[in-house]
């Protein structure tokens, strides 16, 4: 439990009400109780005098009669407070009795490994790293310090994984890439012999999978965030603080830039330049080789920049009348011919 005065010095906030208000859990502006804390951003501050909540996270303004925290950017100061008060809780340290782990391996001791984990030789789990039950780690394989591997995550011979990575349920890391080569009579499979890196603070949701590449490496830079359901085929660059949204596939060998967005269901191509801060909409089609500047948004299959998109938008909507004053300009046409021949 913490009062307010101790979150808003966390959040590097100001308070406004009751220092000692205490504190111990999270909710919405909604639904929040006695003792919680909320975040109004500034469409919803008009909502602060009716919330439940102890304590608001709210932009500047002025809020008589309530205990409030004001902050530059009320969603951050949230997660970062929500964090702080209600710490994911960490199984024990050691290894489970019904875990497997070879005798070359190297597990830090205050790591905990789960029953039926197998850990191959010359594997690495690092110094406060949780790996869940049924897990899979291969032989060679680093997995960092202060790590999180959910139920069930397989990890290749060779993958390596950053520091506080938060790898969820279902994962697979480094299988090999989809390549193939025809012969005129079948598919020759290239062999898969790269690796594949995953960089520190990432987060890869659940049932996503990264190849390993066919010749280097398939990279995952370092704060990259991968939804739920997503595919990174081999040799893929991701750069560091990429947002990759749920059920997208990126094919061999694109280059995502940093900072850059991709929305859900997205399908992007072989050989593609997402560049730094570019923004791909939801149910986006890039088209194999195909550039996306920065700081554009692009938006449709194929992709195109949003501003064309709203203006071809436009204009079709606009078909249906274009068409009514098309047939009535053929029947004045008409009407006219036939006065002529007349």
């Known amino acids: 439990m913490k009062t307010a005065q101790e979150i808003a010095e966390y959040v590097g906030g100001t308070l406004e009400g009751d220092p000692r208000q205490q504190i111990h859990g999270v909710g919405s502006l909604e639904h929040a109780g006695p003792g919680m804390l909320a975040y109004a951003e500034a469409a919803y501050v008009d909502r602060v005098p009716a919330t439940g909540a102890s304590c608001v996270l709210v932009p500047a303004g002025d809020h008589p009669g309530r205990t409030v925290i004001l902050v530059d950017n009320p969603r951050l100061a ?3 407070a929500a964090q702080w008060l209600a710490p994911a809780e960490a199984p ?7 875990a497997l782990v070879h005798e070359d391996a190297a597990v830090a001791p205050d790591a905990a490994i789960g029953a039926w984990t197998l850990i191959e030789h010359g594997a690495h789990v690092g110094a406060r790293t949780v790996v869940y039950p049924g897990c899979y780690v291969g ?4 997995i960092g310090d202060d790590c999180v591997v959910f139920p069930h995550v397989v990890i290749y011979p ?8 938060v790898i969820h349920a279902g994962v697979v890391l480094g299988a090999d890439g989809f390549g193939f ?18 960089g520190s603070d990432v987060e890869i949701g659940a049932n996503s999978c990264v190849d390993r590449a066919a010749l280097d490496a398939t990279a995952v830079g370092d704060g990259v965030k991968i ?3 997503c595919q990174i085929g081999h040799n893929v660059q991701v750069g560091a603080h990429a947002i990759i949204s749920a059920q997208t596939g990126v094919a061999g060998s694109t280059r995502i830039g940093g900072r850059s967005t991709i929305g859900g269901q997205v399908g992007i191509g072989d050989h593609c330049r997402i560049e730094e801060g570019a923004i791909v909409g939801s149910g986006g089609g890039i088209p194999s080789r195909k550039r996306v500047p920065g700081g554009v948004v692009y938006w449709g299959t194929p992709a195109r920049p949003l501003s064309d998109v709203k203006l071809q938008q436009a204009h079709v909507s606009r078909l249906p009348k274009m068409a ?5 300009l053929r029947d004045e046409v008409q009407a006219l011919r036939n006065r002529l021949d007349d």
């Not at 024990?92 to 019904?98: A, K, R």
């Not at 032989?139 to 680093?142: F, L």
């Open 78 to 80: 949230f997660a970062r």
């Open 92 to 98: 024990q340290s050691g290894v489970h009795p019904e």
């Open 139 to 142: 032989a060679g394989s680093r």
């Open 158 to 165: 060779g993958v390596t994984v950053g520091d506080r990575a």
């Open 181 to 198: 080569v025809s012969d005129g009579a079948r598919h020759v499979k290239v062999p898969q012999v790269g690796r594949a890196e995953i």
């Open 227 to 229: 939804d739920n359901l």
């Open 324 to 328: 009514e004053e098309l047939k009535q």
